[in-house]
């Protein structure tokens, strides 16, 4: 399947068989880049902020939320932080009553744990957050391990991934990770893990480069073809040595 034009797509990365893919989740399986923008334009607005252009706020998706607050509104007063969150909590809750994944994702993650990929997700977002979306879109089971931004060191720190691959007993090289941020791509690089950048969630293609991921596609389909084609469930039938001989 085409790589994006620009990628710095690594030959190897054609032939690598992945027995775990662990996802990032805002902007790369769930449609929400637009709520948590929203959300925090709103938030900054409500305390008389200075308000941040769409960019602004998108680069700090998948950060902690102490770490997008430094990043976004260094001058945010630390007596402000508790009304700032309750206030972007609340404007986020308000915009994510359409809350969805992508077209295709579902569908995705279930054939993908039906072949025996083990599944993970690596978030900013908090842990009830993330419980909460796992239960309200349907997919309890469907991952072996999770982490977020309370219970691992955030983003770009690789201790999320680190700890992934401890729990799931797997080395670094039996691993994927798949995000649309270069915080996702450089905790891949620190973590020894290769990685798929996405750049139809909250970075643009352009800064994704930057982190030189292993491989990186443009759409939504591109990303599921790619990954479905690299990844290695524990059922699927293996090549028998008698398989090798036939011509």
């Given at each position: 399947m085409p790589e994006h034009p620009t990628s710095p797509f690594q030959?190897?990365?054609?032939?690598?068989?992945?027995?775990?893919?662990?996802?990032?989740?805002?902007?790369?399986?769930?449609?929400?880049?637009?709520h948590i923008t929203g959300a925090l334009i709103a938030a900054c607005r409500d305390l008389d902020l200075r308000e941040p252009s769409r960019e602004e706020a998108g680069w700090v998706i998948?950060?902690?939320?102490?770490?997008?607050?430094y990043r976004l509104v260094p001058e945010l007063p630390a007596g402000q932080v508790e009304r700032f969150v309750e206030r972007y909590k609340f404007h986020f809750m308000q915009l994510q009553t359409d809350m969805h994944l992508f077209d295709g994702q579902a569908q995705l993650l279930r054939d993908l744990h039906a072949r025996g990929v083990i599944l993970g997700v690596a978030t900013g977002?908090?842990?009830?957050?993330?419980?909460?979306?796992?239960?309200?879109?349907g997919l309890d089971g469907i991952f072996q391990a999770?982490?977020?931004a309370d219970e691992a060191r955030g983003k770009p720190d690789p201790d999320m991934l680190e700890?992934?691959?401890?729990?799931?007993?797997?080395?670094s090289?039996?691993?994927?990770?798949v995000g649309d941020t270069t915080h996702d791509i450089l905790m891949a690089h620190a973590a020894h893990v290769d990685s798929l950048a996405v750049s139809y969630g909250a970075h643009r293609a352009s800064l994704l480069e930057t982190a030189n991921p292993t491989a990186q596609v443009a759409t939504v389909t591109d990303m599921q073809a790619?990954?479905?084609?690299?990844?290695?469930?524990?059922?699927?039938?293996?090549?028998?040595?008698?398989d090798s001989n036939l011509s």
């Open positions: 030959p190897q990365a054609a032939q690598a068989a992945y027995q775990a893919v662990i996802f990032d989740w805002d902007g790369t399986l769930l449609d929400s880049t637009h998948g950060l902690s939320l102490q770490a997008a607050l977002k908090t842990r009830l957050g993330l419980d909460r979306s796992i239960e309200l879109l999770t982490r977020t700890q992934l691959l401890v729990e799931l007993a797997l080395p090289e039996a691993a994927l990770m790619w990954v479905r084609a690299r990844a290695r469930g524990v059922r699927e039938p293996q090549p028998t040595a008698a």
